[in-house]
C-alpha cells in the first residue's frame, strides 16, 4: 500500500510567475519513506500520485491587517476611527505588529489632527477595506491555491471545474492537475488601480512638425525600481518578506512597466545580474531592445554581478540605436583631481567624490512607420540621458558637480548636433535643491545655502555652475494647465516648486527626487502620468508594499517634436 504521509507547500504566499512544487512525503508497500513522485506512468502496485489545484474564493468579509496584507487584522485602532481616517489604516494583526508600527501611525494621527477637513473613503469608513475572494486578495490566496495529492488505483476520475460552497461561503475552483502550479494575477492581490495619462494644455504658439514617429508623439518612462541588494528587511521592515522577495518584485515590476507601454524606458538600480537574465530577456518580448550600463567598481566590494546601474529600452519599432555614451563620473572625478587638487590632497579628494555613479546617454533615430527615414537630411534623432546620482544627502558639493558634469557632456552633444534631449533618473535631490535649480533654471544662485558645504572648493566660481540646454521639468506642466478637471492632479503638486510632492515614499521620507526634463525648445509635453496620492496608494503608507514593489514611483511623458527655436 501506497501512504501519503505529509504534503505542504513551500510558501504560504503564491507569487505571479513563480512555480509551485508540493513536499509529498510517501511511506512505499516496502515501508521505506520517500519524497520521489510516483506518477501515473510509473505506478506503484498500481497505485500513483493525483494531483488537484484550487482557488478558493470566499465570500466572507474578513478586516485585512495595514501593514501585513496577507493576516487577518486582530485589533483595531480606536484613536483612527476617532480622527477619521480610512478604517483600512486602523487594522494590525497583532499587538506587536501595532507597536512595530506606532511610530509611523502616529503620523497619520497627527495629520488627521491637523488637516481642516479631512475625510477618509466613505466606503472603508462604514465597511473598512475586506478580503472577499481568493483573485483579489493576499490572505485568502494562502489557502487559495492548495494541493491536494490523491490516492488512485487509476480509476478514471472526473473533477468538476467548480466545487460547491464550503465551509458557509468558500467556493473552490480547480486550476490545474499537474504536480507542480505556476500562480497567475488572478491567484495573487489585485493589481493596484492603474494610473491614466492625463493630456495637458501645451502652453505658448509651437508649430508642431509631426516628427518623431508618424503618429507625431512618444512616450517615455522613468524608474527607479529598487534594486534588490538594497532592498533588506531591516530597511523595509514595514513590507511584508514575500512582497520585498526578488522572485515576487521583478514580476510585479515587469508587469507594471509593460502596462504602461512606453516608446522609451529608463529604469535605474537595475543590478546586472537582473538586466541580463531578466529584463533584457522579457522586454525583448515585448518588442524592447536594451542598453546597460553598469555602475564602476571601485567602492563596492561585493559580488561584482550584484552591481547595480542604469538600462534604457526602446521599442524596435519606433526607433533605432544610432550612439551610446557612457559617462562615469569616477573617471571624471580623477580627471578633476588631477587639474585642481594638490597632490598631498588627491588621496582625501578621491574619497570625497569616487561613489561609482554613472550615466547612460542614447541616441536614438525616429522610424517612421517602422522604416528608418530615408532621406539622411531629415534624419529625426532623440537623445536621452539615463542616470543614478546616488549620493549621500551630506555630500552636496558631490551631488552638485555630478549633475554639472553630465550636463557639460549634453551641451556637448548639443553643439554637435540639433537634437532634442532628454534627461532622466533619480537625481537624489528635492526640488529647490542645487542640483534641482542647475538642472531647471540653468544656473545655481550664488547664495544658494547648498554651495556652504565644498570642502575642495570643485565648486569656485559659482559663476561656472551653469548650463545653455533649455531644460524644463516634464512634470511642471500640470502647473501650467488650467481647467476644473486638473485641480486634483494639481493638488498632488507643490505650487513652490511645481514638481510633485512625491516620488519617494519610505518610513523616513516623503519628497521628489525623480525627474524627467526635456529640452523645451525642440519638445512639448502632450500628457503625463497621473500622480498618486495617499489614496491611490491606499492600505500603504510607506513602499514598497505588495501593490507597489519599489520606494519610488514610475514618472511617464508624452511628447510631441516641435520646431527648434534659438537655444539660449
Known sequence: MLNVLRVHLPSDIPIVGCELTPYVLLRRPDKTVTTDDVSESAPLDGHFLRYKWYRVQSDKKVAVCSVHPSEQATLQCLGCLKAKIPVSKSYHCSPKCFSDAWQHHRVL????ASAVNE?????????????????????????????????TNGSATVYPTTVSQRNGGETWFEVGRSKTYTP????????????????????GSLDVDGRITSSGTFTVLSYNILSDSYASNDLYNYCPSWALSWPYRRQNLLREIVGYRADIICLQEVQSDH??????????????????KRKTNEVYNGNINTIDGCATFFRRDRFSHVKKYEVEFNKAAQSLTDAMIPTTQKKIALNRLVKDNVALIVVLEAKVNNQPVDNPGKRQLLCVANTHVNVHQDLKDVKLWQVHTLLKGLEKIAVSADIPMLVCGDFNSVPGSAPHALLAMGKVDPSHPDLAVDPLNILRPHSKLIHQLPLV??????????????????????????????????????????????????????????????????????????EWSSDHIALLAEFRCCKNKPRR
Request: proline share 5%; aromatic share 10%; glycine share 6%.
Open 109 to 112: 494621527h497627527d495629520r488627521a
Open 473 to 546: 521639468s516634464a512634470y511642471s506642466s500640470f502647473a501650467r494647465t488650467v481647467g476644473l478637471g486638473y485641480e486634483q492632479h494639481k493638488r498632488r503638486m507643490d505650487s513652490s516648486t511645481n514638481e510633485p510632492l512625491f516620488t519617494n515614499v519610505t518610513r523616513d521620507f516623503i519628497g521628489s527626487l525623480d525627474y524627467i526634463f526635456y529640452t523645451a525648445d525642440s519638445l512639448v509635453v502632450e500628457s503625463l502620468l497621473e500622480l498618486l496620492d495617499e489614496e491611490s496608494l491606499r492600505k500603504d503608507t510607506a513602499l514598497p508594499s505588495p
Open 184 to 203: 497567475s494575477a488572478d491567484d495573487v492581490a489585485p493589481s493596484p488601480i492603474p494610473r491614466q495619462l492625463i493630456p495637458v494644455d501645451a502652453m
Open 275 to 292: 538586466y541580463d537574465e531578466f529584463f533584457a530577456p522579457e522586454l525583448d518580448k515585448h518588442g524592447y531592445h536594451g542598453l546597460y
Open 119 to 151: 475625510n477618509g473613503n466613505e466606503e472603508e469608513e462604514v465597511f473598512g477595506r475586506f478580503n472577499n475572494s481568493g483573485s483579489g486578495s493576499i490572505n485568502t490566496s494562502l489557502s487559495s491555491s492548495a494541493s491536494s495529492a490523491n490516492l
